[in-house]
Nanobody, 124 residues
Framework: QVQVVESGGGLVQAGGSLRLSCTVSGLTFDVYAMGWFRQAPGKEREGVSC????????SLADSVKGRFTISRDNSKNTLYLQMNSLKPEDTAMYYC?????????????????WGQGTQVTVSS
């Protein structure tokens, strides 16, 4: 059974940083594309960033380019999202996602496994 568990969310002031982690078990970690989506209250779910099996990264949201960095440690079965220069508009529930493919997609429906989410709140 595949398990996806996020951690690292919390409350931070604008301009601050957080690093989200996501541990995945139950599958061969290094063959899948993985990413982060987020959903703010009253808004649609939005892709944030994705990393292919090869390690190539793709930003799925223009608003986070230059501020968020996705990475993976295949030896630890862990995905990361380093978030810098956080803004109040980054406040959302952040979800770790795994796609049954080595390639990224911008569409939430194309990811097969999801974590429960970790809340990020940025105060102004």
């Amino acid at each position: 059974q595949v398990q996806v568990v996020e951690s690292g969310g919390g409350l931070v002031q604008a301009g601050g940083s957080l690093r989200l982690s996501c541990t995945v078990s139950g599958l061969t970690f290094d063959v899948y594309a993985m990413g982060w989506f987020r959903q703010a209250p009253g808004k649609e779910r939005e892709g944030v960033s994705c990393i292919k099996r090869s390690g190539t990264t793709t930003s799925l949201a223009d608003s986070v380019k230059g501020r968020f960095t996705i990475s993976r440690d295949n030896s630890k079965n862990t995905l990361y999202l380093q978030m810098n220069s956080l803004k109040p508009e980054d406040t959302a529930m952040y979800y770790c996602v795994v796609r049954n493919s080595g390639y990224c997609s911008a569409f939430a429906t194309e990811y097969d496994w999801w974590g429960q989410g970790t809340q990020v709140t940025v105060s102004s």
